[in-house]
C-alpha cells in the first residue's frame, strides 16, 4: 500500500510539473529586447485608469487610491483614508493643477511642493504615470534593471527607487502589480488591485 501511495504521489507531482512549466529565465540580450518591445507596448497606453492602496511605514500612513490618466494628459489623483478620511484630490496637467481637501480648493503649479509642504512627505506625481505603467519617464535620465522576463525590476529615476515585485498580465500587456518608490526620506508601497485601459472619461 505504501509503495501504491508514494507511485500515485509521484504521478501527482509530474503531472503538476508538467501543466506548470517554469518560465526559462533570458538572456541578457533576449532581455533588452524584449524590454523594448515591452516598453514601446506600453508608451502606447494614451489612458488607464487604476485603484488601488498606498502605504508609507514611516509615516503611519495609509489610503485608498484612485488615478485616472486621460489621453490629453489630464489626471485626476485622489488619496483617501479609511471612510475618505484626510482625503486629498489633484486634478491637472503638467502646467496646473487643482489640489481639493478639507481646507478648501487651491491651484499649484508644483503639486509635489505643495504635499510636501501641506504633509512633510511627497508623492512623484511627475513620474508616477510612467512608473504606474512599469516604465521610465522617457524624458529624464533614468538607471534601470530587469526582472529574468525582460521587465523592470529597479529603477532609479528623479531621485527616487522603484522596487518592482509583482506583475499581472491585463489583456495584451504585462503591467505592475505592487511596487515600492523610496527616496531616501519616503517609501511607498503601491498596491495596484484594478486597471482599467478603456476608462469611461469625460471633460476635465
Known amino acids: 500500500m505504501k509503495a501504491l501511495v508514494a507511485a500515485l504521489a509521484a504521478l501527482l507531482l509530474l503531472a503538476g510539473c508538467s501543466l506548470s512549466p517554469q518560465q526559462r529565465e533570458l538572456s541578457s540580450a533576449e532581455k533588452g529586447a524584449a524590454y523594448a518591445r515591452h ?10 485608469q487604476v485603484d488601488g492602496r498606498a502605504a508609507s511605514a514611516e509615516l503611519g500612513f495609509r489610503a485608498d487610491l484612485h488615478w485616472l490618466e486621460r489621453a490629453d494628459r489630464h489626471f485626476e489623483l485622489r488619496l483617501a483614508g479609511p471612510f475618505g478620511a484626510g482625503a486629498v484630490e489633484l486634478r491637472g496637467d503638467a502646467d496646473l493643477v487643482e489640489v481639493r481637501n478639507s481646507d478648501g480648493v487651491q491651484q499649484t503649479a508644483d503639486p509635489e511642493g505643495w504635499i510636501r509642504h501641506r504633509y512633510g512627505w511627497t508623492l512623484p506625481i511627475s513620474g508616477l504615470r510612467y512608473w504606474a505603467l512599469g516604465v521610465p519617464n522617457p524624458r529624464i535620465p533614468s538607471q534601470p534593471s530587469l526582472d529574468a522576463q525582460g521587465r523592470l525590476e529597479t529603477l532609479i529615476q528623479n531621485g527616487w527607487k522603484l522596487t518592482y515585485s509583482e506583475y499581472r498580465r491585463e489583456g495584451e500587456y504585462d503591467l505592475p502589480r505592487r511596487f515600492e518608490a523610496d527616496n531616501g526620506q519616503v517609501r511607498l508601497k503601491l498596491l495596484i488591485d484594478r486597471w482599467n485601459l478603456q476608462p469611461e472619461i469625460g471633460s476635465p
Do not use: R
Open 39 to 48: 516598453e514601446a507596448q506600453i508608451l502606447g497606453i494614451e489612458s488607464f
